[in-house]
């Protein structure tokens, strides 16, 4: 994916420092396909009332407070998963909501893929999780979030549709930028694990 990539060329700059990657469907896949398979008799089911007003948060608490653990031990961090709600609450950038000090950068990247090249890669996926996305692409596909970049000026936008060396080279030289001291990141993804872009979504440097 394309936060994989980021931390392997992170991990050969010495100046990066250390790097964990923590990504919520790695993380929480198996538990959740476990307990919705218990409560609705669907494993893949991430779309049903049950799991987004049950399951999702308790997640997500969890891949933070995951992050801050490796913040306080002088690493950097990567966290992969959806986030929609939180950057549209703009919330990524609250320190207060995040529980991490003023020693902690923090940078986001919005990732973005064009509608056509998403529902491509899903397909191509085949993941049984997918399959409510696909059969419900009308209702699914208008409901996703996309921030504006007037009113979101903290999201650094990147179109991952055909990207490439030069645009790779470009996000790493921004990032680059402004160092490396206490990161980590979230990534929000409507599509593919193994394709390495969102539909829409976002990427946190913290």
């Known amino acids: 994916t394309l ?6 060329h992170w991990h050969a700059q010495p100046a990066a420092g250390a790097w ?4 919520k469907d790695t993380l929480y896949g198996a538990y959740s396909a476990e307990v919705m398979g218990l409560l609705t008799g669907d494993p893949n089911d991430r779309d049903s009332p049950v799991y987004l007003q049950h ?25 992969v998963g959806p986030l929609s709600r939180e950057v549209r609450a703009h919330r990524l950038i609250d320190r207060a909501w ?5 020693e902690v950068q923090i940078s986001i990247v919005w990732v973005q ?10 397909e191509q996926r085949a993941h049984p999780s997918d399959a409510w996305k696909l059969a419900h692409w009308d209702q699914y596909h208008p409901r996703l979030f996309r921030p504006e970049p007037a009113e979101y000026p903290e999201l650094l936008m990147f179109d991952n549709t055909a990207a490439g060396a030069p645009e790779f080279d470009a996000l790493l030289a921004d990032r680059l930028q402004q160092g490396f001291h206490g990161v980590a990141e979230f990534t929000d ?15 946190v440097a913290l």
């Open 98 to 102: 995040l529980g991490v000090g003023p």
């Open 113 to 122: 893929l064009a509608e056509a090249e998403a529902r491509r890669r899903i």
């Open 55 to 79: 399951l999702r948060d308790p997640e997500y608490r969890g891949l933070l407070d995951t992050a801050r653990d490796n913040l306080a031990t002088g690493g950097n961090g990567v966290v």
């Open 20 to 23: 964990c990657l923590l990504d």
């Open 3 to 8: 936060a994989r990539r980021l931390v392997r």
């Open 189 to 203: 993804r409507h599509q593919p694990r193994d394709s390495g872009t969102a539909l829409d979504g976002v990427q």
